[in-house]
């Protein structure tokens, strides 16, 4: 199994208008993206961002279910909310699965752009099966910062359908993503 985690990061992302901003941590991206983590064994879920008010309603939405009442009422929810730590950057990601793999993880940040040095998927594929953990980095609001994606060690091609059509949610991006990385080889 391919040692790969997930960052969603909320900080620094950017606007529609390009702006570097923080973004709002949702409750559909903390349950969906954890879900197909743990449908596609994913090590770790993290969510990134360094706004206390965003970490603390995090915290109370995974306690819930995770040892709250929500615990109780979905087992299955909790086993896949267990899998989210919160972390204020992308370095302390990296640091952390760092902590636990004893070497940095290979960053692949995710883009709805093409860019000149994107992987595709197939070759993705073949990397991860290395044995060295990569972190798969996905942006909200209009996705990641330039400084983010050059930085990276890959960048993943751009999600495509039959469509010119190109704005998915993040936590549909993340399941197609995972499914294509680690899903069963047609």
Not at 20 to 36: E, G
């Amino acid at each position: 199994m391919p040692k790969i985690y997930v960052a969603l990061i909320h900080y620094p992302v950017v606007n529609k208008s390009g702006d570097v901003i923080a973004s709002a941590v949702t409750n559909l991206d903390l349950h969906d993206i954890s879900r197909a983590a743990k449908t596609y064994g994913v090590k770790a879920y993290y969510v990134v961002t360094p706004l206390t008010d965003q970490i603390a309603l995090a915290k109370r939405i995974i306690e819930h279910w995770t040892s709250g009442a929500g615990a109780r009422y979905n087992p299955a929810r909790r086993s896949a909310l267990e899998l989210i730590h919160i972390k204020e950057s992308l370095a302390e990601v990296s640091d952390h699965i760092r902590s636990i793999e004893k070497v940095y993880p290979k960053t692949v940040v995710t883009c709805a752009k093409k860019y000149a040095s994107c992987i595709g998927f197939k070759k993705l594929r073949g990397l991860l099966s290395d044995g060295k953990p990569h972190v798969l980095v996905f942006g909200t609001a209009w996705g990641l910062t330039e400084e983010t994606i050059t930085e990276a060690d890959y960048v993943l091609e751009p999600v495509a359908g039959n469509t010119n059509y190109n704005h998915l949610s993040v936590r549909s991006a993340a399941a197609i993503i995972l499914d294509r990385l680690l899903g069963p080889k047609n």
